[in-house]
Each structure stands twice: as C-alpha cells, then as structure tokens.
C-alpha cells in the first residue's frame, strides 16, 4: 500500500505541475510515463539496496550464532535454557525446552530466540525490490490513465478526483490490514496528496506564466 500511495501522489503531482504550464497532451504523457518509470525504477534500487544490507546482517548475526555453537555448545544451551527461564518458564520446564530444541535444530532455535530470524528465510531483496517496482507502478498507472484519457478542459479536475479516489482505497485498505481506525488513515493520506498536487499544479502555474515552457 505505501508503495501504492507513492507511485498515486508522486505521479500525480508530477502531471498535474507538466498540466499547470502545458496543455500539450503528449507533454503530459511523457512526463507521466517517464516518472513512472523512474520513480518505480528509484523505489525498487533503493529496497535492493537497503534488504540486501539487512540480509548481509542477518547473515553476519546467523555466521555468529553458528560459531558460537560449534566453539561453546554447552554455553549456548545454558543461554537458550536461561532465555526461556526470562520468558517465564519454570527452570525445569525451561532447561527441557533448550535440551529438545537444541537437539532438533539448535542453530534454528537459537536464531529464533535470540535474534527473531528462520536461518532458512531470511529477507529477500530481489522479491522486496521486486514488490515495490509493481506496488508504485501500478499506483502510477491511476493519474498517468487519468490525465492521458480525459477531456483537455476537464483533465485536471478529473486526475485530482481519480486521484483523491484512489488515495481513499488505499488509506483504507492499509488502515484495514493494519488493525487502525478507517477514517483518520483516509482523511491523512487524502490530504497530504491533494496538497502535494496542488502546490506542484501552483508551481506548474507560476512556470508556465513566466513563457519559460
């Protein structure tokens, strides 16, 4: 949903600035296209970027853990056994647990414990970046279709409606799977896009109104 969000708002913004300084259909679309692309193209670079380094960490912290077991396993049971006492178990029930984890999988139970990771599925960057290039695109799509199908003397009103529209589905469905309230997540992410567009359409205006399109 957020990466929706962005790909609405910030292709949005951009039509409607190209729209405040040219009525020239083909400028629009160009300029709607382009930022698309380049901003889906930003989104998912920059998730590579940042879940590979995440990846390399969890890698670094699961190298450690394996480590520390093959050098001190008796002390790694200790800490796995002391770690569930902390959660509440009794010393008894909490040492049983450490010894059967342990031997299933005792890499698996202490990742899990103590740094909330599976050694087996860890953070994908391909499949973060992945999701957020389509998240904005499609997003993007909703004003670029907007401003690039509608009448010449309507297209600012109809893109700012469509896009008004949109932001509204997609505040609720995030404060929908979110477990938050409906109204405030759509009156927030309604209002922050209209001003977005609205100053870049005043921008585009000012621009425009200077002969330097």
Known sequence: MLGANDGIVSTASLVLGVAGATSDR??????GIAGLFAGALSMAVGEYVSVST???????????ERRELAEDPEGELRELAEMYRHKGLSPQVAAQVAHELTAHDALAAHAEVELRLDPDELTSP???????????????????LAIALAP?????????????????????LSAQLGG??????????????????AI????????????LT
Do not use: C, H, N
Not at 54 to 64: C, F, G, P, S, Y
Not at 152 to 172: M, Q
Not at 200 to 211: F, H, K, N, Q
């Open 26 to 31: 083909a400028a629009l679309v160009t300029a």
């Open 200 to 211: 870049t359409y005043g921008i585009g205006l000012l621009v425009g109104s200077t002969g």
């Open 180 to 197: 938050a309230r409906r109204r405030p997540a759509i009156v927030r992410v309604m209002f922050g896009g209209a001003l977005a567009m």
């Open 152 to 172: 010449s003397d309507a297209r600012v009103a109809i893109t700012f409606a469509a896009v008004l529209v949109g932001l509204a589905v997609t505040g609720s």
């Open 54 to 64: 995440q990846r390399d960490t969890e890698r670094a912290l699961v190298a450690k």
């Open 126 to 144: 391909w499949q973060a970046g992945g999701a957020s290039f389509v998240a904005f695109v499609v997003g993007a799509l909703l004003p670029l």
